[in-house]
T-cell receptor, first 109, second 114 residues
Framework: GDSVTQMEGPVTLSEEAFLTINCTYT??????LFWYVQYPGEGLQLLLK?????DKGSNKGFEATYRKETTSFHLEKGSVQVSDSAVYFC????????FGKGTMLLVSP | GAGVSQSPSNKVTEKGKDVELRCDPI?????LYWYRQRLGQGLEFLIY????????KSGLPSDRFSAERTGESVSTLTIQRTQQEDSAVYLC????????????FGPGTRLTVL
């Protein structure tokens, strides 16, 4: 079946550091790919998405590129802020989504 | 417009009691999903409704769990004879089938079984 694997956390960074959270997927065909963010005590919010190969999704300084050849959708941000501290979920699919286990990001001042 | 709403936001119950959790999807969204998220864990798919089709119940963990949806509106998730291992956040999401594959999530219901 479909699966999504993302790096285990927590990822601990200082403010203004560069962020990468790796995500790879296995699926039939070319699923849509997503990153969701969950702030403490809240539900999941869509952060960005990509629907076809080589698409780049971007939002709030975060970006991820749909790489068909490596079946990856790594999340990056050039300069993280304390307010980016949250849990990040990678997901793939069509009518149903398969989610990774989540990666906690902790950013210190 | 209004997002996905869920009620109650918190529910504390005693072991063996039944609970009902409610989800109001975004108006016009034909697809609705329930997930369970245990503390510090990822999302566990429970059930998926799509229009008038038979729901995909493949994620329900036991026959104590059931869900209903009336048309393309409100859904209720019922857990009978609750157990302590049912303690989790229950998340609802909806999706417009005329749009992309993205799901929009509610804030969740935190269920604590004592």
């Amino acid at each position: 079946g479909d699966s999504v694997t993302q790096m285990e956390g927590p990822v601990t960074l200082s403010e203004e550091a560069f962020l990468t959270i790796n995500c790879t997927y296995t699926a039939t065909g070319y699923p849509s790919l997503f990153w969701y963010v969950q702030y403490p005590g809240e539900g999941l919010q869509l952060l960005l998405k990509a629907t076809k190969a080589d698409d780049k999704g971007s939002n709030k300084g975060f970006e991820a590129t749909y790489r068909k050849e490596t079946t990856s959708f790594h999340l990056e941000k050039g300069s993280v802020q304390v307010s980016d501290s949250a849990v990040y979920f990678c997901a793939s699919g069509y009518s149903t989504l398969t989610f990774g286990k989540g990666t906690m990001l902790l950013v210190s001042p | 417009g209004a997002g996905v709403s869920q009620s109650p936001s918190n529910k504390v119950t005693e072991k063996g009691k039944d609970v009902e959790l409610r989800c109001d999807p975004i108006s016009g969204h034909t697809a609705l999903y329930w997930y369970r998220q245990r503390l510090g864990q990822g999302l566990e798919f429970l059930i998926y409704f799509q229009g008038n089709s038979a729901p995909d119940k493949s994620g329900l963990p036991s026959d104590r769990f059931s869900a209903e949806r009336t048309g393309e509106s409100v859904s209720t998730l019922t857990i009978q004879r609750t157990q302590q291992e049912d303690s989790a956040v229950y998340l609802c999401a909806s999706r417009s089938t005329s749009g992309g594959a993205e799901q929009f999530f509610g804030p969740g219901t935190r269920l604590t079984v004592l």
